[in-house]
């Protein structure tokens, strides 16, 4: 059975940072690309960051280039998103995605590519 279960979430001041886990079970964690995406109330879901097979390549939206990391941790079976100078716009549903990738430096943007999905932790951003 495929599981996704992120981790991390909370309420936390503009400027803080939070650390999101999500672990992952059920699948062969190492063939797959991981991605986080978020969704605010009211919005779309969008694309933050994903990572390759490898963790050697990543990608990242504009509005979190220089604030957040992804990275993986293979042995573990867990992808992290650190995220600092957090801001409100940032307040959402942060989901995990995987989808297997043919080559071990590729990584996926696009929602509809992934497979596989966490049932999201909330991030909330206020003062």
């Known amino acids: 059975q495929v599981q996704l279960v992120e981790s991390g979430g909370g309420l936390v001041q503009p400027g803080g940072s939070l650390r999101l886990s999500c672990a992952a079970s059920?699948?062969?964690?190492?063939?797959?690309?991981m991605g986080w995406f978020r969704q605010a109330p009211g919005k779309e879901r969008e694309f933050v960051a994903a990572?390759?097979?490898?963790?050697?390549?990543?990608d990242y939206a504009e509005s979190v280039k220089a604030r957040c990391t992804i990275s993986r941790d293979n042995a573990k079976k867990t992808v992290y998103l650190q995220m600092n100078s957090l801001k409100p716009e940032d307040t959402a549903v942060y989901y995990c995605?995987?989808?297997?990738?043919?080559?071990?430096?590729?990584?996926?943007?696009?929602?509809?590519?992934?497979?596989?999905w966490g049932q999201g932790t909330q991030v909330t951003v206020s003062s």
């Open positions: 995605a995987a989808v297997r990738t043919r080559y071990t430096s590729d990584y996926l943007t696009g929602q509809y590519q992934y497979t596989y």
């Open positions: 059920g699948f062969t964690f190492g063939s797959y690309g």
């Open positions: 990572v390759s097979r490898s963790g050697d390549n990543t």
